[in-house]
């Protein structure tokens, strides 16, 4: 007899940083790749319909992030958005010294690019790696101090990690920051679209593939009283030469104002789905659920679980039908813990993050639940480990 059984579906847990395409994404890419598939710099008709696209698409994202339409530029990608705000203020203020201060747990894009701008200086101490606490919260009065100090010419500050899902005090460094006349670049990518825009900010970066846009695009809105100065060649587009796709562009738009339109009744859904979760998951021996429980993004949950191998787990889980991430313990490719778990001073091997999209049902995440202690114990039986 043949088994006509439905296999449960796959469930997406991995939705920080690159989510699944939102459905008006979809439509909005279709529609903007036949009517704005021509360069928007020429002069004929084709052209003039991409320069609208693109256009509005850059007056939709300003008015979400609070910023000015002029103020708003869009990258290839949110890593280099990122990358060009730290190398150009740097070298645009390098008048006022080599000094590059950051929070211990920005994002690798943010600190790759202060170290190659300080050991362009040939000042390696002038990057100042600001600690947090056990939630992943920088401390406060010491980045006030690092800021204030002679020869700063960047601070950067996550609005909130997208790692542990801990929300920073932006405001209040800004305030610091501006004191000093320091420029703040806020990497905002984990929080465009789930939580509430920072408005305290000199430089902004979002990430659309975070909210459901489309990869290929990147957002970095920048303050006219910063000053900066290009590390490329001069180009018609002034902070990202070539420009970008005009259909990834209007398609990230598109579904940024429809996420922003729902944001609220989302984050109270998911906010109690994550609530649950790190009450179940807290009962699995020798785990850790880390990240602020209260002040922390809506949508993201990380846990740390001893006696287990991060990249194990993962693979066990998918095998079950669940796609999760690692933020953390080992990657394949680097083999080296999360420098976020470990500046935390929490586990950084056996972690797994789940990031909600606005798809993701309660269902979805009971049988997560129901799953996971059992893949736990099948790691853990597999490194001789047991009984736990």
């Not at 958005?81 to 080599?98: E, I, M, N």
Request: hydrophobic share 50%; proline share 6%; aromatic share 4%.
């Amino acid at each position: 007899m043949t088994d006509t059984t439905t296999p449960p579906r796959r469930v997406y847990l991995d939705n920080g940083g690159r989510a699944a395409l939102h459905p008006l994404a979809r439509t909005a890419l279709d529609q903007a790749v036949d009517d704005g598939w021509a360069d928007p710099r020429r002069l004929y008709a084709e052209a003039r319909r991409a320069a609208v696209l693109l256009d509005g698409a850059r007056e939709a994202i300003a008015a979400a992030l609070g910023a000015r339409t002029e103020e708003v530029h869009l990258a290839p990608s949110h890593v280099g958005a990122l990358h060009a705000a730290v190398g150009a203020v740097a070298l645009g203020r390098r008048r006022t010294g080599p000094g590059i201060v950051v929070s211990a747990v920005e994002r690798a894009a943010v600190l790759h690019a202060a170290e190659l701008a300080v050991g362009l200086t040939e000042t390696p101490d002038a990057l100042v790696r600001v600690p947090v606490d056990l939630l992943g919260r920088v401390d406060e009065a010491a980045m006030t101090e690092a800021v204030a100090r002679p020869g700063v010419a960047l601070a950067a500050l996550q609005a909130a990690n997208g790692e542990v899902g801990t929300v920073q005090p932006v405001a209040a460094v800004h305030g610091a920051a501006r004191a000093a006349g320091v420029p703040l670049l806020v990497d905002a990518g984990a929080v465009v679209g789930h939580g509430e825009v920072p408005s305290a900010w000199d430089l902004l970066a979002a990430d659309p593939a975070d909210w459901g846009g489309p990869a290929g695009v990147g957002v970095l809105a920048v303050r006219n009283r910063v000053r900066w100065r290009r590390t490329w060649p001069e180009d018609a587009e002034p902070w990202f030469p070539g420009g970008v796709s005009v259909p990834a562009a209007f398609a990230a738009a598109v579904a940024l104002q429809s996420v922003t339109a729902d944001r609220a009744a989302q984050d109270a859904r998911r906010r109690a789905i994550v609530d649950k979760v790190r009450a179940v998951v807290g009962q699995i021996p020798d785990v850790e659920v880390v990240g602020d429980p209260d002040h922390r993004l809506p949508h993201v949950v990380t846990f740390s679980f001893l006696f287990v191998d991060g990249e194990a787990l993962v693979t066990e889980l998918d095998r079950a039908g669940f796609a999760v991430g690692s933020g953390s313990a080992c990657t394949s490719s680097t083999l080296e813990p999360s420098h976020v778990l470990a500046a935390m001073g929490v586990l950084t091997h056996g972690n797994v993050r789940i990031a909600l999209d606005r798809a993701t049902t309660e269902e979805d995440v009971d049988r997560f639940l129901a799953v996971l202690p059992g893949a736990v114990a099948r790691v853990r039986a597999s490194l001789g480990v047991s009984g736990l």
